[in-house]
């Protein structure tokens, strides 16, 4: 029977009665007894004794045993080694390795300071399986052997804030989780927080937008008791947007994040988002400014000196949109435009929060292509293919933008250029609703386990299957179309949201985007300054964050602007991508 000693300071000490291990104590034996309302007398007869060391070195230690006690009973560790009474929701020994090496006690100073939280975001705690007495007089589930693993995962972004698991919110991670409990993938113990079994993933995506690959490194159950097909299992136990290819045994070192050489994303959208500023539009006018603010003539494009464009509703306007193709000539502006951001450069316009001097905004662009345009009904669609080695918050959004933007214009492609440089601007970002994370690259690892993988068969115990969306191809083409393209074109077929963005950036007459101008130069009414304030900012729209129906956003934002560049800290922004 084990008893528990409570002790003023908190401290939890314990003993036991029979056939115990002595339990050394640096307090005299009274003391201890007093604060526990139990007397010495009550100690003996429940069959405790006392022992006092003589040696004076030893600060009068206390010796409380088993009158049972056999001399081959290894004592335990002072009290000083004794740790505290496990919190709820956390496993004393289990997934902290730190922990299983005790530590010092803290001094008097560090008692009195306030604690600061830990797993701050982290889902800790927050399953109730029972009481913990009972766990510890009845029968314990027999461990599993946990082994470290790859989940190849897919899925559409909408409704879900975001992959990492949040406290509260529903995330794409979370519901993978909750599957892999319920499958027994992950056992009880570990329920109640991922950290215990080391879960990472190699892209943190935000809010909204959709992956048909990315890999989630755990420790998993990966034999079940009564489940012969976990793949099977765990995409039961998932929502349909929400799908995972395989689950691969990788080695111990693996993490989904660190072993991640590149990845790819798709940014597609309308083409008649590449149609000229309409003529008397914000835009058109800003652009028609040679550099020393003066007005110029305004050009009206041909497009829009056409007959069609007579004074239309928005709805017939944004029908002849529709309708429109991009020419050749227009479509090779926009590859030019992209081929300027290939290579190393430094991309600090190209996301928030950060400056020219912070070196993680250095990054390596390897491909940029745009295939040729394809036809959903009455609308052509342009997409354009990412390949870097990483991204940064929005940083594809805002690429797209600049690019978009720049094409429509008419803007020089040096302009990118420039943006590579130390003065910042304002980028605004293209909807969410276009962005999708092919899938990341494991090239390295792959070619790390290659030579391991000699001598072995798929399925021996020492294989290590390489890293391989293209196995599954078939599968996540057919879920791309069905969950994430076809909600894409029911969205903007809906909603117009392109045409909204377009007719959003139009409207705006502000100094902030004069850098789009026919010499491709940064003029100084367009650079921000730390701590002076803009006169007429341009202001984004939460909206245009949106992978789903906006129509709640769009009653909320009415004079609210989307404001993240002064709330997120640099920890997130660091994490974060896309």
């Known amino acids: 029977m084990l008893r528990v000693l409570h002790f003023p300071s908190h401290r939890v000490l314990s003993y036991r009665a029979t056939n115990a291990s002595p339990l050394t104590l640096r307090s005299p034996f009274r003391q201890i007894f007093a604060s526990t309302g139990m007397s010495e007398a009550e100690a003996t007869g429940a069959g405790l004794k006392r022992s006092v060391d003589e040696d004076p070195s030893s600060s009068k230690r206390v010796r409380i045993e088993s009158e049972n006690a056999t001399p081959e009973d290894t004592p335990v560790p002072d009290a000083k080694d004794v740790e505290p009474e496990a919190k709820e929701g956390v496993e004393p020994d289990g997934g902290n390795e730190k922990g299983k090496k005790g530590g010092k006690a803290k001094g008097k100073q560090g008692k009195d300071k306030k604690a600061k ?100 490194s755990m420790k998993l159950i990966t034999e079940v008791p009564g489940v012969s097909d976990l793949k099977g299992r765990i995409n039961e136990l998932l929502p349909p947007e929400i799908r995972l290819w395989s689950i691969l045994r990788v080695q111990n070192s693996f993490s989904a994040r660190t072993f991640c050489d590149s990845r790819k994303y798709t940014y597609t959208f309308p083409s008649y988002v590449l149609l000229p500023p309409k003529p008397g539009s914000g835009l058109h006018k800003t652009f028609n400014l040679n ?74 662009m390897k491909k940029v292509e745009i295939p040729d345009p394809v036809v959903h009904g009455n609308t052509e669609w342009i997409s354009v293919l990412w390949h870097g080695q990483s991204f940064m918050l929005h940083q594809v959004r805002k690429m797209m933008s600049v690019m978009v933007l720049a094409c429509r214009t008419g803007t020089p492609p040096q302009i990118i250029d420039e943006l590579y440089g130390p003065r910042t601007v304002f980028v605004p970002k293209m909807p969410s609703l276009g962005l999708l994370l092919e899938y990341p690259i494991f090239d390295g690892y792959n070619r790390r386990v290659a030579p391991v993988n000699q001598g072995h068969q798929p399925g021996d115990a020492e294989y290590r299957p390489p890293i391989d969306f293209e196995v599954h191809r078939a599968e996540i083409d057919a879920f791309k179309q069905e969950f994430i393209y076809k909600g894409i074109r029911e969205i903007e077929g809906s909603d117009g949201v392109f045409d909204a963005w377009v007719r959003h950036i139009d409207s705006y007459a502000g100094g902030d985007l004069g850098y789009f101008n026919p010499k491709g130069v940064i003029p100084s009414t367009a650079v921000l300054k730390k701590g002076e304030r803009r006169e007429n900012p341009f202001r984004e729209k939460k909206r245009f964050d949106a992978t789903g129906k906006a129509d709640k956003l769009i009653k909320e934002e009415e004079e609210e602007e989307a404001s993240e560049e002064e709330t997120l800290d640099k920890a997130k922004l660091a994490d974060m991508e896309g």
């Open 291 to 364: 550099p020393s603010g003066e007005s110029a003539e305004p050009a009206v494009h041909p497009l829009w000196s056409s007959s069609l464009q007579e004074p239309t509703s928005r709805e017939e306007d944004l029908e002849w949109k529709r309708r429109w193709r991009v020419d050749p000539e227009r479509l090779q502006v926009l590859r030019d435009i992209a081929q300027r951001f290939e290579g190393s450069h430094n991309f600090h316009n190209f996301t928030v929060g950060r400056d020219f001097s912070d070196r993680s905004t250095q990054r390596f």
């Open 117 to 216: 939280p830990k797993g701050k975001g982290r889902r800790r705690g927050t399953r109730q399986d029972g009481s913990g007495d009972e766990g510890e007089s009845g029968p314990k589930t027999p461990r599993l052997p946990k082994r470290q693993c790859a989940l190849l995962i897919g899925f559409c972004g909408t409704g879900c804030n975001g992959m990492q698991i949040q406290p509260n919110v529903r995330t794409i991670e979370g519901v993978l989780f909750d599957a892999l409990v319920k499958a027994g993938a992950v056992s009880q113990d570990n329920a109640d927080d991922p950290v215990k079994v080391n879960l990472g993933r190699a892209a943190r995506t935000d809010a909204g937008v959709h992956a048909a690959g990315n890999v989630v």
